[in-house]
């Protein structure tokens, strides 16, 4: 398939504050007064964990055809892949477009996912 998102996974590490490939903005914990607030870049594609999405792009939208879409709507989408919002978010495809996946260890097993890609 051409430009799919490339995956990069973070097991061992997963608390490892994640920046912006493309720019270096923190995009997850910059505040220290409110650890989950999100400051999204211009490259940020989604920001979201296994349960819903925290942030998503206009570019993302357009991409997985969720314009328009109401909040229930998109969530009944990913909800029907087989590996919820993370099987999900593999299917952008976007030039050079990368994905950091955060697993943190069992018995949690708890994910949080981050997509990237250049702007033209
Ligand atoms: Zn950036």
């Given at each position: 398939?051409?430009h ?6 973070l ?10 490939p ?5 995009v997850?914990?910059?505040?220290p007064?409110d650890?989950t ?33 109401t909040?229930?709507?998109?969530e ?40 990237f890609?250049?702007?033209?």
């Amino acid at each position: 398939m051409p430009h799919l998102i490339q995956r990069t996974e973070l097991k061992t590490f997963y608390y490892t504050p994640i920046h912006c490939p493309f720019c270096g903005t923190r995009v997850m914990g910059a505040d220290p007064h409110d650890e989950t607030r999100i400051t999204a870049c211009p490259h940020t594609l989604f920001i979201a964990h296994d349960t819903a999405f925290e942030y998503r792009s206009e570019r993302l939208d357009r991409n997985l055809a969720l314009d328009g879409m109401t909040e229930e709507e998109v969530e009944a989408k990913w909800l029907a892949d087989t590996r919820g919002i993370d099987g999900f978010t593999d299917t952008v495809s976007l030039p050079d477009a990368i994905k950091v996946a955060a697993y943190a260890p069992n018995p949690s097993a708890y994910g949080s996912y981050y997509g990237f890609a250049p702007n033209e």
